[in-house]
């Protein structure tokens, strides 16, 4: 059905979902799946690839779907041995992804996640009076089984600047972001740790417009090998914890945007 059978706002004219992947063969057609079935004939799907050696590039290929785009990414090798290598590697193929999208409404998304049928439905109209809108989710395993339906009990999310660089509220796997607005905080700052928590933090501290749905749309899978585990103690230190905090606050202030 796609986007034909949803109330849209007319000035929204192009989606862009940007999902970065490595080695994301297990669940990257399931997720790609959910996504297809909400966008329009006008749309696309970026898929920046950090050079995946599993079979995650020929099944997407392999569906042979003309919205979606792969681009390739080159991992910084400067950054290998540093123990957020795996964060740093990410952040910086979401980047890639958000810098190859042509729309003007951007969803940033996970390669193994998946997609409730309605989220696009009942988020893009929110677009028309927000400039970052953030759904709730569903937690999910390996084999798709139910978890916990409701995760967030309300908007993690602060108006302050310290409040959301202590908490981090933001998950990117959730987020809808005017483009226009979400090349304000690009480019990532060096050593970006979490893509998502500089965009969130850096627009809503520059006075961009947020809301948040409490309804869960979209469902995280918790497995082995995610790159953020949503449950569980965080392995960081407190001292890594607090020095990357610093950092993103001085680089909040500090930040000038190449993209014009």
């Known amino acids: 059905m796609g986007r034909s059978g949803t109330a849209i ?24 799946q959910s996504i297809l079935k909400q966008l329009g004939e006008e749309d696309e799907i970026i898929i ?33 041995n540093l123990s ?30 998946v997609w409730a ?42 108006r302050t600047l310290f409040w959301n660089l202590w908490k981090i509220p933001f998950r990117g796997c959730c987020m809808t972001i005017k483009r226009e607005v979400l090349l304000q905080s690009m480019p990532l700052p060096p050593q970006c740790v979490c893509h ?22 979209h469902y995280y899978r918790s497995h082995t090998t995610n790159v953020s585990p949503v449950v569980g103690k965080s392995p960081n230190s407190l001292w890594f914890k607090l020095a990357y905090r610093l950092r993103y606050l001085i680089q909040v202030f500090t930040h000038k945007s190449l993209v014009q």
């Open 117 to 158: 049928p309605d989220r696009i439905e009942k988020t893009l109209p929110l677009m028309e009076n927000n400039d970052l809108v953030m759904c709730n989710f569903s937690l999910i395993d390996e084999n798709s089984t139910m978890v916990l339906e409701k995760y967030l009990p309300k908007d993690p999310a602060g």
């Open 9 to 32: 706002p007319h000035i929204f004219t192009m989606i862009s979902v940007c999902i970065a992947t490595y080695n994301g063969s297990k669940y990257i057609k399931e997720q790609l």
């Open 48 to 80: 920046s690839d950090d050079g995946s050696t599993d079979d995650t590039v020929n099944i997407i290929r392999g569906m042979s779907d003309n919205r979606i785009r792969v681009v390739n990414h080159t991992k910084d090798a400067s950054y290998k």
């Open 196 to 217: 998502d928590i500089w965009i969130g933090t850096y627009l809503v501290h520059k006075g961009y417009k947020y809301t948040f749905i409490n309804e869960p749309l």
């Open 84 to 113: 957020v290598a795996s964060f740093l590697f990410a952040s910086y193929n979401f980047e890639n992804a958000i810098m190859h999208a042509r729309g003007n409404i951007i969803y940033l998304s996970d390669q193994d996640d």
